[in-house]
């Protein structure tokens, strides 16, 4: 059984600056695709902050462009983003996201969320 297992999260000012990790564990073979961050807030949908891919390529919600950087480390299956200049809005819980496909079969997990307040 896969599990993602973020950490990271906290309370900071605007302006300041967070930094998440998320591994993947119980893992017999690496994470061969998609890794990222997503956000929710309360009565909304989940929306994707960035996202990378095995071979480094990444995709980036345009709100948070030039201020995170997601990165990963395939060895470690584990994925990070590094968050500056942080604003009031980027109060959310963030989940980690992975997916692997195993003899053409595409498994997606989730991780469990970790809260990251900005204060003004």
């Known amino acids: 059984q896969v599990q993602l297992v973020e950490s990271g999260g906290g309370l900071v000012q605007a302006g300041g600056s967070l930094r998440l990790s998320c591994a993947a564990s119980?893992?017999?073979?690496?994470?061969?695709?998609?890794m990222g961050w997503y956000r929710q807030n309360p009565g909304k949908e989940r929306e994707l902050v960035a996202v990378i891919t095995s071979g480094g390529r990444t995709n980036y919600a345009d709100s948070v462009k030039g201020r995170f950087t997601i990165s990963r480390d395939n060895a470690k299956n584990t994925v990070y983003l590094q968050m500056n200049s942080l604003k009031p809005e980027d109060t959310a819980v963030y989940y980690c996201y992975a997916d692997t496909t195993w003899r053409t079969i595409k498994y997606d997990y989730w991780g469990q969320g970790t809260q990251v307040t900005v204060s003004s």
């Open positions: 119980g893992v017999i073979l690496s994470i061969n695709g998609m």
